[in-house]
């Protein structure tokens, strides 16, 4: 299995900044791309940002000019910096991960357990 984990989460004020990292582990023969998600109370899960891995980058329109992703191949790391942070940035982050897996050369499809992000108005 491919298992991720997650840091950086806490409770920013407005304004603020924070830096999220997600590591992956495992037995990976190759790493598609690595995202971001996230989850707020009484609302459906959306994409924050993603890259894959000839470091195209997607993001959702609520947080373009204020986070960036980035990822180091080496580490099979993922981070997610975030930059003017607003109340309605407040939500569970998870780390995804989509690739082929060398145990049988099977895909994979890995989430993180989620960090909390709060931000105080």
């Known amino acids: 299995q491919v298992q991720l984990v997650e840091s950086g989460g806490g409770l920013v004020q407005a304004g603020g900044s924070l830096r999220l990292s997600c590591a992956a582990s495992?037995?990976?023969?190759?790493?598609?791309?690595m995202g971001w998600y996230r989850q707020a109370p009484g609302k459906q899960r959306e994409l924050v940002a993603a890259?894959?891995?000839?470091?195209?980058?997607n993001y959702a329109d609520s947080v373009k000019g204020r986070f960036s992703i980035s990822r180091d191949n080496a580490k099979n790391t993922v981070y997610l910096q975030m930059n003017s942070l607003k109340p309605e940035d407040t939500a569970v982050y998870y780390c995804?991960?989509?690739?082929?897996?060398?145990?049988?050369?099977?895909?994979?499809?890995?989430w993180g357990q989620g960090t909390q992000v709060t931000v105080s108005s």
């Open positions: 995804n991960a989509r690739g082929t897996s060398a145990s049988y050369y099977q895909p994979f499809d890995s």
């Open positions: 495992g037995r990976i023969f190759s790493m598609n791309a």
């Open positions: 890259i894959t891995s000839g470091g195209s980058t």
